[in-house]
């Protein structure tokens, strides 16, 4: 009997030892790693802004594409920054707590790279979208994606100058316009200011600002400005230019309101390329407006977060997404 229980005792051992054999066993070499998951946190200067919904939208649809096809997973969590930065920040340091692989941030305030230095210090590998930090100097773990303002606002110079007269519906000789701005801290509502008066005045037009104040990207916000401007200002102004298609839409129907006609009387631009401010171009009832890629943007971005998760050096820091202007021709 003892000799038996000896036996069987031994043959357990051997099962046992089998079966620690076989879980400390690495995988096939060249196989394919399962069930592995990257976090990635996506901060969004503000869920309200219509270019950014349709951003952070494309982010998702990507890495749920990529979900879908197996291996690898890519848990995206998207916050709202609300548009105040101390809330970003505390979004982003939860992140950077958290341990997350990659961090993709649209800006709150582009003013202050204290953010962006807080992030390098992570090690966590970031991609800037659609803000840019004036003059910043990205690590080997970060860089930006977006466009570059300026040749934004030089298109809607340039759909103003094609205009008849260059715009001057009057006939007094200069282009009398308002311009409603977005955030004034954002470089992209400085270069979209600047450079729309600027196509003009390189090519010989003369101009008048009457009226400039900041909408800060809302839709309703630009359309009790250009009110405001419509009754202070009346028949004078022959131009109104807006930062983005959001306070463009607003803009229309401070217009419509006064009893005034686009194209007629006045002349409208914004800049995104909204499906709605699209089809207002088609219509008439808005001059012109400039795509913004949302979908170009936000793959370059994806493509560059996994670049960055394998390691990838990325030669070219800043990486801009052309714009194209849009009008009914």
């Not at 594409?65 to 709202?80: F, R």
């Not at 939860?94 to 953010?115: C, E, R």
């Not at 759909?159 to 470089?187: A, C, R, T, W």
């Amino acid at each position: 009997m003892k000799k038996l229980l000896s036996i069987l005792l031994a043959v357990l051992m051997v099962f046992a030892l089998v079966g620690c054999s076989n879980e400390q066993a690495p995988a096939e070499e060249g196989g394919e790693a399962t069930g592995d998951t990257v976090k990635i946190g996506v901060c969004i200067y503000q869920f309200d802004d219509n270019f950014m919904t349709l951003f952070r939208n494309n982010i998702q649809a990507y890495f749920d594409d990529l979900n879908s096809k197996g291996g690898t997973q890519y848990e995206v969590t998207i916050v709202d920054g609300a548009n105040d930065a101390a809330t970003q920040t505390e979004q982003v340091n939860t992140f950077i707590s958290q341990g997350v692989d990659a961090l993709i941030v649209n800006l709150v305030q582009t003013t202050s790279d204290a953010l962006a230095k807080a992030i390098e210090d992570s090690g966590i590998p970031c991609v800037f979208i659609n803000r840019e930090i004036a003059d910043y100097q990205y690590s080997a773990k970060t860089c930006y994606v977006g466009a570059d303002a300026r040749d934004s606002g030089t298109y809607q110079g340039q759909i103003i100058f094609d205009q008849p007269e260059h715009g001057d519906l009057n006939g007094d000789g200069k282009v009398s316009y308002i311009m409603i701005m977005g955030d004034p801290e954002n470089s992209d509502a400085k270069n979209r200011t600047e450079y729309s008066i600027k196509y003009l005045t390189d090519n010989g037009v003369e101009v008048e600002c009457l009226y400039q104040e900041t909408g800060n990207w809302d839709q309703a916000k630009g359309q009790e400005l250009v009110a405001s401007a419509l009754a202070s200002n009346g028949d004078a102004i022959e131009v109104v230019f807006c930062n983005n298609d959001a306070m463009a839409i607003g803009a229309a129907q401070a217009i419509e309101a006064a009893g005034r006609t686009v194209g007629k009387d006045i002349y409208l631009v914004g800049v995104d390329a909204l499906a709605e401010c699209v089809e207002m171009v088609n219509a008439g009832t808005m001059t012109g407006t400039v795509l913004n890629d949302a979908d170009g943007q936000a793959a370059a971005c994806c493509d560059t977060v996994l670049k960055l998760l394998a390691g990838e050096e990325i030669a070219n820091k800043v990486n801009y997404v052309p714009y194209v202007m849009v009008t009914a021709e």
